[in-house]
């Protein structure tokens, strides 16, 4: 139940007056205000190197009971709902972002690290927090599947500025939209009332969910896909309307069916965010702009839930359980699952500190509250602390650990944006191209491109001068193209470009074809 302080009514005084129109204005007053503190600390944590999570997570303190703000907000039930409801938006925001090409080559490894190191680390976890802590198996059990999710929009938010191997970035990202999915489960199993299933058959469930997830996710992707090349909407800003749509109803019929409504949301979204849709970099910044909104409207409420003159007596009970899983559980979970793989170890080394716990473990911790479990608010206390002491931790020393271990890759080319918008009745494609700083198309003369027959330069803005090139025009940084291609030839002219991007004019000789490098 969410509540304000409100001062006592006076004589003659029956009951409250009514909502009206300044009420909601105020709301609305106060709502903007919050978004552009939050928005601003995006700046700030960036500065500083912190998590811009633990900026909100401090906004929603202080407007809580504790602070300045002296609001009561006490529902677990409100919490864990908008925490869903927010966690889909991010996990369709991270799936749009995830290349296939990078993703590929480490699938397995990364399934494996979002499995089988899960059940590792949810052991070990459990372990530490029962004979360390004292705390009863069911409690140490959820706490340990608990933070066992990692969060990938805590990891980049640091590790943003660093250009990392694609092997490290591939695994971070997909074992991050995978291991929500059986943690959930796990969360929820742990959570029921009565005793716990055995062992094989909660594994059946997961896997059977699993299961389920992927192929109704998988197949939304695709025909959602399909549907949006095959027709052209009547304005450019359906589409990110459209693709979010197509992105929640993976998580609704996935969930419907009994499914991993989580692990199906993230599998639509990278099929869409790997099919080439019209109009894609409108699509990615949209969706970015949601992400955004959902973390800051999510770690605002989860700071309102907290009591911290309650947090007290859990600090040391979270700084024993943070230790175990930072320094063996993550490690030990990275290094059993990634040695079929052969993994470099500074590599491994990297990925077990870079486990961060952001809002995903808060969310999961609402739900023993929700479902009555006994000593659940201090569960809920104790991953609180946690995650915001070790993301202290953690969180501003990742960037100096990848330098040291020599994995940050620096004078790489920059991939180049390409904007497509269809031209139905023209069966063609208008591709919109930004020369980016750093691009090894720079210096190129247009018919060196060497672009397939039915694709040519129209035209090119140059310093906001637009003028037709010639053959012999020399492309520069900053410059934007226009390319119009035939349906035929539109993912080859792709592709052509790309490669002159990365390899310059000798590309496709040098052995530069366009496709992403997985290292």
């Known amino acids: ?47 500083s190197g912190l998590p811009s999570l633990l900026v909100y997570l401090a906004i929603g303190v202080l407007m809580g ?32 972002g995830t290349k296939w090409k990078e993703t590929r080559p480490i699938l397995a490894s990364a399934s494996v690290l979002a499995t089988a190191g899960v059940a590792i680390s949810v052991g070990v976890t459990a372990a ?9 198996w069911r409690q140490a059990l959820i706490i340990g599947a608990v933070v066992s999710s990692t969060d990938a929009a805590a990891v980049f ?13 591939g695994t971070l990202e997909a074992e991050s939209g995978f291991n929500d999915a059986p943690v959930v489960i796990l969360v929820v199993a742990f959570s029921t009332a009565g005793p716990v299933e055995h062992w094989y058959v909660l594994l059946g469930e997961i896997v059977l969910e699993l299961a389920i997830g992927a192929a109704i996710g998988l ?52 099929t869409l965010g790997n099919a080439k849709l019209p109009h894609w970099p409108a699509t990615r910044g949209f969706a970015e702009g949601l992400g955004w909104i959902a973390q800051i409207g999510m770690f605002v409420v989860l700071g309102l839930l907290v009591t911290p003159h309650e947090l007290g007596d859990d600090v040391w009970p979270a700084l024993v359980i943070g230790l175990v899983l930072t320094m063996l559980a993550r490690p030990l979970s990275v290094i059993l699952s990634l040695a079929p793989f052969r993994v470099p170890w500074q590599e491994q080394t990297l990925m077990s500190w870079a486990g961060l716990r952001g809002a995903v473990p808060i969310i999961l911790a609402t739900i ?22 070790y993301t202290l931790v953690q969180g501003p020393t990742l960037p100096w650990l990848a330098r040291k271990l020599r994995l940050g890759e620096q004078g790489e080319a920059s991939d180049l944006g390409i904007e497509s918008a269809p031209l139905e009745r023209l069966r063609g494609h208008l591709l919109s191209v930004t020369v980016p700083e750093g691009s090894r198309m720079h210096g190129v003369e247009v018919n060196e491109l060497r672009l397939p027959p039915g694709a040519a330069v129209t035209l090119v803005v140059r310093e906001g001068e637009s003028f037709v090139p010639l053959p012999t025009t020399v492309l520069r940084r900053r410059d934007e193209l226009l390319v119009v291609a035939t349906d035929p030839v539109r993912d080859a002219a792709e592709r052509r470009l790309r490669a002159v991007a990365h390899g310059g004019k000798l590309a496709g000789w040098l052995g530069t074809d366009g496709q992403e490098r997985v290292r």
């Not at 104790?382 to 915001?388: D, P």
């Open 1 to 47: 139940m969410c509540t304000c302080v409100r001062a006592p009514p006076r004589a003659g005084q029956g009951r409250e007056p009514p909502l009206t129109v300044h009420h909601l204005n105020q709301l609305l007053l106060v709502c903007s205000v919050v978004l552009l503190v939050a928005v601003a600390a995006v700046r700030i944590s960036s500065r």
């Open 65 to 96: 009971q504790d602070g300045i703000g002296d609001i009561r907000f006490d529902s677990a039930e409100v919490t864990q709902v908008m925490g869903y409801a927010a966690l889909v938006v991010i996990l369709a925001e991270g799936g749009l």
């Open 128 to 136: 530490g927090a029962h004979y360390l802590v004292g705390l009863e």
């Open 157 to 169: 938010s640091v590790l943003r500025r660093i250009p990392l191997p694609a092997r490290v970035t």
């Open 219 to 270: 197949a939304v992707g695709w025909f959602g896909s399909w549907g949006l090349k095959h027709v052209a909407l009547p304005a450019s800003g359906l589409y990110p309307i459209a693709v979010m749509a197509i992105a929640v109803t993976a998580y609704a019929a996935g969930a419907l069916a009994h499914g991993s409504g989580f692990l199906a949301v993230y599998l639509a979204s990278m």
């Open 368 to 389: 023993p509250m929700v479902n009555g479990v006994a000593g659940s608010r201090r569960i809920f206390n104790i991953v609180f602390v946690l995650v915001v002491v």
